[in-house]
Structure formats: C-alpha cells, structure tokens
C-alpha cells in the first residue's frame, strides 16, 4: 500500500499517525468562518510555546507566506487528508505572529484558508478542527481554562459547551 500511496501522492499509511486531542471531554466551541478574528483570538487562548499547526491551505500566496514564517516540526500532527498529500506548516504561537498572518490575509484575501488546523504545545494538543472553517465545531482541551475559552469564543462570536465523550 505504502507504493501505491506514494505513486498516486497519498499519505502513506506510516506517516498519518501523529498528536491528536485525547481529552474524552473537551470544550466544543462553535465554528466561525472569519479567519481573521480566529487568528487573532488565537493567542489568547494557547500558552506560551505552543505551536499552530495549518494543513492544506490550497492557497498558492497563503503557502508562500506560512512557508516564510515556519518553524520545523516540533510534534508530528496526526494528518487530516490522506489525498493528495496536503501542505503544512507549523507556525509559532504568538500574538504577534497571529497578528501578521491575518493582516497579511485581510490585504491578500484568501477564499480557502486551510483544512484542518490545530494547536500544541509540549507535544499535547490543544485545538484540533479538522475542517476549519466549515460548519464543523473545534475542539479545546479542559487544559485550557473557562475563562480562557469563553474569551476566546466571544472573540470569535462562538458558542462554548462540554462534549463529553469525544473520543
């Protein structure tokens, strides 16, 4: 399968393990579609040190710029498309890198930003939202305060509840 995989540019089967959110109980907060608040609020939420994590951004001026601003990998994330084998970039946590990225977005629009996108830290992850910026909720580790998250939710113009049994 690994040959197929690589001759018809999928994700072999060894390399889509990686992180994922293992909290049975996280906050489940209600999906947005304006990337730039998301972005923003972003650093809001994580700690110092974490880690966002983007995956096929399918957006040629978006990819250049997140490739300029990359870190190398500090954790594999666990991939969300196998087909074909998406982009990514992991990008360093800060409010200050946050704010570049979505101004950079709000003068070159993107129509699709990404697919999947998560944050880590410590090799834990924190957000996971596989398919970003649909009609499809995030997930946030109970790690992360209430205050925080509810923050973070109205930042974004969200919605907070427990989802428990998750996983």
């Not at 360093?92 to 990404?114: D, H, I, K, Q, V």
Request: negative net charge; hydrophobic residues 40%; glycine residues 6%.
């Amino acid at each position: 399968m690994g040959f197929l995989a690589r001759l018809f540019g999928a994700v072999p089967r060894e390399e889509r393990k990686g992180i994922q959110l293992t909290d049975s109980d996280p906050w489940r907060v209600s999906p947005t579609k304006d990337v730039e608040s998301f972005l923003r609020a972003l650093s809001t939420l994580a700690p110092h040190g974490a880690v966002v994590y983007f995956e096929d951004t399918a957006e040629p001026h978006v990819g250049r710029y997140l490739q300029r601003v990359s870190i190398p990998p500090v954790s594999r994330v666990a991939v969300g498309t196998i087909w074909p084998r998406p982009d990514s970039y992991h990008v360093p946590m800060t409010s200050e890198s946050m704010e570049a990225l979505s101004t950079f977005l709000e003068r070159n629009p993107a129509g699709y930003f990404c697919s999947h996108c998560h944050v880590y830290r410590d090799g834990v992850v924190l957000l996971e939202w596989y398919d970003a910026f649909m009609d499809v909720p995030m997930y946030i580790s109970r790690t992360i305060s209430d205050d925080a998250v509810a923050r973070f939710a109205n930042m974004i113009g969200a919605s907070v509840s427990v989802d428990a049994g998750h996983r």
